[in-house]
């Protein structure tokens, strides 16, 4: 149907070029913001509008301030000769375009456009079009639309075909960035493709892209080179990179990266990923160097230190309440880690993880079949490792279950485990495959009076060892080892005692404290030749007992003006009474001893002889505003009369400004190594910041008075890009080196440079 409008928007002031501004939107992936069409026509109709019309024929001269629109397009122009057989139009003057269904917006000079087939031709063209906004963590995000401008361009269906122009998602008339070339092919929503293009920041060319490709679907995938990276080491030399992106098909893609590195050699990397169905999936990272060496002062002399890191992750729904998932880490050796380490947490890790669980639950019951080795390097020198493996284990859990529900409750739970296992290291090794199963049953109850509760439990725990290490030497016999202990527990929970007051007017309206009183008692008894088992796990760690437990708590709640309630302050202090000061035999004097009545109580080690009382420990934690929390847990040793242990965190966000701080303090030595560490992170900004950005962090020990590592990053973050530098020092014993980094990153498509965005601040 074709609707004829009469000169009633004379005074109608044509066009003038000027893109759209992008209206205010949450940065949300795949968001379109549609425009709104109260009155748009319907889907078969033609809607003209002009100043003059001029009829010959099946053809409609229109003259004025002219405009066709459907229920899918706009078309606006000074002059306009319409066909409406054909639906033909050739547009002159002003010219503007805009597709309501893929949101694409165009000025030109001329047009012609065949309505009916959404097909034509557009001359000395301007226009936009709706950016897909990637708001990933991490990934810059900016809700300016793609303009591009070229010397004419056409619409074949859905597609459109820019020739001698660029594209950008930069505010005209400077961008910050552009992509130049003779010709563009883009497919909205679908995918964008330049042939012989450069990508210009301002108006110097920095790449030439023979062809490049970028996906705009929801979920890209499609093969290609990906974009370089270089950078600097004072360790590794300049680094060169480069990288292809294999789509295999739509279950399957590999990519490999190769840096190079001018002082050590080539470096690969090969990422395998998969999802073979909806419920299983997987993924495989080998990355490794032959390494030419580290050239030493002499000049002439090289060190070796290649080698290669292998990670396997996956899972998998197997049915009938089955899951399988694991994780395998391999490590060719510590000197290949600490030579080529890009952070400071990969340089003082020396474990390596590997596990595989095959379990199924249901009610209260779980059943686990486990495959698992950890290996602790002691030292760089080759086989210095201890490794324990558990290949396979398998465990029965019933979790407490309530067998009685009347005036005395009575809840029963099971833990079981039996397998192989076996521990290697430099001074002995077990066999290959060493029997241990371990079966421990609990029943407990509940009695009440008034507000105190009484909770006692009986446990009894029978563990079988196919071998042992006599007489506490380095010898391993094959010899078994059996154990049957009794575990009593009694909990006291006394009533809470709790006072509302004003609050400070700071803090809140109200205040609430609150005294929480707690205390136990255990008894562990039939553990013999505690030094005569060998350690896998804390199944070993079980020890002869007599102890118990008392701690307070304060805690402080505030209701501010909203009435909301929040924990503004809480302190725990807790303490142990040995009251078997050897623990059945166990402890060894001037050794540091490992046992389970340690290890429950704090993450320091504490026993180097026979002693009635452990260290006090006491826990603060704060939270004065909602976004800033402070923690600091000490160790009071009385038998020492000082702190042995002590950490502090405090971290915090005030508007663009985010901090946070740590400090580690160990003296117990001989018992563990002394310690002393500071860490400190500040920064001013945010990931979508405009401007400005900056941050700091570092990790100094007081004890060796050595900055171990620094890193530092500059971003400036305009409206549709940034530029981030990030300088870094690492020394840590014989790691040293300076590493200088940079990335420029363009909002919603990537980023180029040596700067990963998992190691950004912004």
Same mark, same amino acid.
């Given at each position: 149907?074709?609707?004829?409008?009469?000169?009633?928007?004379?005074?109608?002031?044509?066009?003038?070029?000027?893109?759209?501004?992008?209206?205010?939107?949450?940065?949300?992936?795949?968001?379109?913001?549609?425009?709104?069409?109260?009155?748009?026509?319907?889907?078969?109709?033609?809607?003209?509008?002009?100043?003059?019309?001029?009829?010959?024929?099946?053809?409609?001269?229109?003259?004025?301030?002219?405009?066709?629109?459907?229920?899918?397009?706009?078309?606006?122009?000074?002059?306009?000769?319409?066909?409406?057989?054909?639906?033909?139009?050739?547009?002159?003057?002003?010219?503007?375009?805009?597709?309501?269904?893929?949101?694409?917006?165009?000025?030109?000079?001329?047009?012609?456009?065949?309505?009916?087939?959404?097909?034509?031709?557009?001359?000395?063209?301007?226009?936009?079009?709706?950016?897909?906004?990637?708001?990933?963590?991490? *990934?810059?995000?900016?809700?300016?639309?793609?303009?591009?401008?070229?010397?004419?361009?056409?619409?074949?269906?859905?597609?459109?075909?820019?020739?001698?122009?660029? *594209?950008?998602?930069?505010?005209? $008339?400077?961008?910050?960035?552009?992509?130049?070339?003779?010709?563009?092919?883009?497919?909205?929503?679908?995918?964008?493709?330049?042939?012989?293009?450069?990508?210009?920041? &301002?108006?110097?060319?920095?790449?030439?892209?023979?062809?490049?490709?970028?996906?705009?679907?929801?979920?890209?995938? #499609?093969?290609?080179?990906?974009?370089?990276?270089?950078?600097?080491?004072?360790?590794?030399?300049?680094?060169?990179?480069?990288?292809?992106?294999?789509?295999?098909?739509?279950?399957?893609?590999?990519?490999?990266?190769?840096?190079?590195?001018?002082?050590?050699?080539?470096?690969?990397?090969?990422?395998?990923?998969?999802?073979?169905?909806?419920?299983?999936?997987?993924?495989?990272?080998?990355?490794?160097?032959?390494?030419?060496?580290?050239?030493?002062?002499?000049?002439?002399?090289?060190?070796?230190?290649? &080698?290669?890191?292998?990670?396997?992750?996956?899972?998998?729904?197997?049915?009938?309440?089955?899951?399988?998932?694991?994780?395998?880490?391999?490590?060719?050796?510590?000197?290949?880690?600490?030579?080529?380490?890009?952070?400071?947490?990969?340089?003082?890790?020396?474990?390596?993880?590997?596990?595989? *669980?095959?379990?199924?639950?249901?009610?209260?019951?779980?059943? +686990?079949?486990?495959?698992?080795?950890?290996?602790?390097?002691?030292?760089?020198?080759?086989?210095?490792?201890?490794?324990?493996?558990?290949? $396979?284990?398998?465990?029965?859990?019933?979790?407490?279950? $309530?067998?009685?529900?009347?005036?005395?409750?009575?809840?029963?739970?099971?833990?079981?485990?039996?397998?192989?296992?076996?521990?290697?290291?430099?001074?002995?090794?077990?066999?290959?495959?060493?029997?241990?199963?371990?079966?421990?049953?609990?029943?407990?109850?509940?009695?009440?009076?008034?507000? *105190?509760?009484?909770?006692?439990?009986?446990?009894?725990?029978?563990?079988?060892?196919?071998?042992?290490?006599?007489?506490?030497?380095?010898?391993?016999?094959?010899?078994?080892?059996?154990?049957?202990?009794?575990?009593?527990?009694?909990?006291?929970?006394?009533?809470?005692?709790?006072?509302?007051?004003?609050?400070?007017?700071?803090?809140?309206?109200?205040?609430?404290?609150?005294?929480?009183? #707690?205390?136990?008692?255990?008894?562990?008894?039939?553990?013999?030749?505690?030094?005569?088992?060998?350690?896998?796990?804390?199944?070993?760690?079980?020890?002869?007992?007599?102890?118990?437990?008392?701690?307070?708590?304060?805690?402080?709640?505030?209701?501010?003006?909203?009435?909301?309630?929040?924990?503004?302050?809480?302190?725990?202090?807790?303490?142990?009474?040995?009251?078997?000061?050897?623990?059945?035999?166990?402890?060894?004097?001037?050794?540091?001893?490992?046992?389970?009545?340690?290890?429950?109580?704090?993450?320091?080690?504490?026993?180097?002889?026979?002693?009635?009382?452990?260290?006090?420990?006491?826990?603060?934690?704060?939270?004065?505003?909602?976004?800033?929390?402070?923690?600091?847990?000490?160790?009071?040793?009385?038998?020492?009369?000082?702190?042995?242990?002590?950490?502090?965190?405090?971290?915090?966000?005030?508007?663009?400004?985010?901090?946070?701080?740590?400090?580690?303090?160990?003296?117990?030595?001989?018992?563990?190594?002394?310690?002393?560490?500071?860490?400190?992170?500040?920064?001013?900004?945010?990931?979508?910041?405009?401007?400005? +950005?900056?941050?700091?962090?570092?990790?100094?020990?007081?004890?060796?008075?050595?900055?171990?590592?620094?890193?530092?990053?500059?971003?400036?973050?305009?409206?549709?890009?940034?530029?981030?530098?990030?300088?870094?020092?690492?020394?840590?014993?014989?790691?040293?080196?300076?590493?200088?980094?940079?990335?420029?990153?363009?909002?919603?498509?990537?980023?180029?440079?040596?700067?990963?965005?998992?190691?950004?601040?912004?």
């Amino acid at each position: 149907m074709l609707i004829a409008v009469a000169p009633a928007w004379a005074q109608f002031n044509p066009r003038q070029y000027s893109l759209p501004a992008a209206p205010p939107v949450p940065l949300e992936p795949s968001q379109r913001i549609l425009r709104q069409r109260p009155n748009a026509p319907g889907a078969n109709d033609i809607v003209v509008r002009a100043v003059n019309q001029e009829v010959q024929g099946n053809k409609r001269l229109l003259r004025g301030s002219v405009e066709l629109e459907t229920s899918d397009l706009l078309l606006k122009a000074d002059e306009i000769d319409y066909d409406t057989d054909s639906g033909a139009a050739e547009a002159r003057g002003h010219v503007y375009y805009e597709n309501f269904n893929t949101g694409e917006v165009l000025d030109c000079d001329r047009a012609e456009y065949n309505i009916e087939a959404q097909e034509g031709k557009f001359y000395n063209v301007r226009g936009s079009s709706p950016a897909k906004i990637d708001a990933r963590p991490g *990934i810059l995000s900016t809700s300016n639309p793609f303009i591009f401008q070229g010397r004419w361009a056409e619409r074949v269906k859905q597609r459109y075909i820019l020739y001698d122009g660029f *594209i950008t998602s930069c505010k005209l $008339p400077r961008p910050w960035w552009r992509l130049t070339g003779p010709k563009f092919d883009i497919i909205p929503g679908e995918r964008a493709i330049a042939q012989r293009s450069f990508f210009k920041v &301002g108006n110097v060319p920095v790449f030439y892209f023979p062809y490049f490709f970028k996906s705009l679907a929801k979920e890209p995938r #499609r093969s290609g080179f990906l974009t370089p990276r270089f950078g600097t080491s004072s360790r590794l030399g300049f680094v060169y990179g480069f990288g292809y992106f294999w789509a295999i098909n739509r279950s399957y893609d590999l990519l490999y990266n190769g840096t190079y590195f001018t002082q050590r050699g080539l470096a690969h990397t090969v990422d395998f990923r998969g999802k073979p169905n909806e419920k299983s999936d997987f993924n495989v990272n080998i990355w490794g160097i032959n390494d030419r060496g580290r050239l030493l002062g002499d000049g002439v002399t090289r060190i070796k230190e290649g &080698g290669y890191n292998l990670t396997f992750t996956g899972r998998a729904e197997l049915g009938r309440g089955w899951h399988a998932r694991g994780q395998i880490n391999y490590l060719s050796s510590l000197v290949f880690r600490r030579a080529f380490t890009q952070t400071f947490t990969e340089a003082i890790a020396s474990e390596v993880k590997s596990i595989g *669980i095959l379990d199924k639950h249901w009610s209260s019951f779980s059943i +686990n079949a486990i495959f698992a080795q950890l290996e602790n390097f002691q030292s760089d020198a080759p086989g210095d490792k201890v490794a324990i493996r558990r290949l $396979p284990q398998v465990e029965f859990i019933v979790r407490e279950r $309530p067998v009685f529900k009347r005036e005395l409750p009575v809840w029963i739970s099971l833990e079981s485990t039996g397998g192989l296992v076996r521990r290697n290291q430099p001074l002995f090794q077990t066999r290959a495959f060493v029997e241990r199963f371990d079966v421990n049953p609990r029943v407990s109850t509940r009695m009440r009076w008034k507000e *105190i509760a009484l909770v006692p439990s009986f446990a009894v725990r029978g563990t079988y060892w196919g071998s042992s290490q006599p007489n506490q030497t380095t010898q391993v016999t094959g010899q078994n080892q059996t154990r049957l202990a009794s575990d009593i527990g009694l909990d006291l929970i006394l009533p809470s005692f709790s006072k509302v007051f004003n609050a400070p007017s700071w803090a809140g309206v109200k205040m609430k404290h609150v005294i929480e009183p #707690r205390a136990s008692f255990r008894a562990v008894s039939g553990v013999a030749d505690f030094n005569r088992t060998i350690r896998f796990d804390e199944i070993e760690l079980l020890n002869n007992t007599r102890e118990a437990e008392i701690s307070l708590a304060n805690r402080f709640f505030v209701k501010n003006k909203a009435g909301v309630v929040s924990e503004f302050l809480s302190w725990t202090v807790w303490q142990r009474r040995y009251f078997d000061p050897t623990f059945g035999g166990a402890i060894v004097d001037g050794r540091r001893n490992v046992l389970e009545s340690q290890i429950g109580l704090t993450s320091f080690s504490f026993l180097g002889g026979p002693r009635h009382y452990s260290p006090v420990v006491s826990s603060l934690r704060m939270n004065p505003i909602p976004s800033l929390g402070i923690e600091w847990r000490t160790d009071y040793d009385p038998l020492r009369g000082q702190i042995t242990n002590s950490t502090f965190a405090a971290n915090g966000r005030i508007n663009e400004i985010f901090l946070s701080a740590g400090h580690n303090q160990v003296r117990n030595s001989p018992i563990s190594p002394p310690a002393n560490q500071f860490t400190g992170l500040i920064g001013l900004g945010r990931e979508n910041r405009r401007g400005w +950005n900056a941050g700091f962090n570092a990790i100094y020990d007081y004890r060796l008075r050595q900055l171990q590592f620094s890193n530092s990053q500059l971003t400036y973050n305009s409206d549709c890009c940034g530029f981030s530098f990030q300088f870094r020092r690492l020394e840590y014993g014989p790691i040293q080196y300076n590493q200088y980094r940079f990335a420029f990153v363009i909002a919603n498509i990537g980023s180029v440079g040596n700067l990963r965005r998992q190691e950004r601040f912004f």
